[in-house]
Each structure stands twice: as C-alpha cells, then as structure tokens.
C-alpha cells in the first residue's frame, strides 16, 4: 500500500487552502494582539540596559517621593485629629503631654 502525503495539494486542495486561510487569520490575529501590547516598546526597554536602569531609576525616586509625601500627609491628619481630642478627661492629658513633648524638641 502506498502511502499518501497528508498535504498533497492534488488528493485535498479544498482543505489545504481552508487551513492556511485559517492559520493566515490566527497569525493576524496574533500581530494585532502583539501591536496592542506594545511588544515593540517592551522590547525595546528590555534589551536596552541604559534605557532600563533610567527607567528603574525614575520608578524608584517617584515611589520614594510619593511614600514621603503620602507618609507627611497622613501624620499631619493624625496630628490633626488627636489634636481635637485634648479637651477629653483621660485621653486630653496624655496627648497634651505628648504635644508639649514635640513642641519642645528642637
């Protein structure tokens, strides 16, 4: 018995052409998805170790301001807020003896 090629465009030529129209669209579907995601750039920061460490660089001076101005703000709103409660019998005295102590210190 011989053996028949799977892909033998004369003993299936329908089907042939119905899986590369099928894989064409896989593969343009594919491209949009990579196009979409910005492969290029992503590429681009990774194999560019100079671009990548400005990057990095720049992350970690915007986390660190933010944690900085994100931690002052919260402080000062807590500072705030214990601030209302020294007219209050047992609480009041304790926090009054802590503002006098921040108020003191250089």
Known sequence: M???????TKEHP???RH?????????????????KADFKDI???????????FTNFMAGLSRGL???VGTF???GLLGW???LFVDLPMVGDYIKNLQDYIKSKP
Do not use: C, Q
């Open 2 to 8: 011989a053996r028949m090629n799977p892909y033998d």
């Open 14 to 16: 329908f089907e042939l």
């Open 19 to 35: 899986e590369v129209k099928r894989l064409n669209g896989r593969l343009d579907n594919i491209a949009d998805m990579l196009e």
């Open 43 to 53: 590429l681009e920061n990774y194999t560019n170790p100079k671009k990548r460490i």
């Open 66 to 68: 933010g944690l900085s």
């Open 73 to 75: 703000v919260i402080l």
């Open 81 to 83: 807020v214990l601030s």
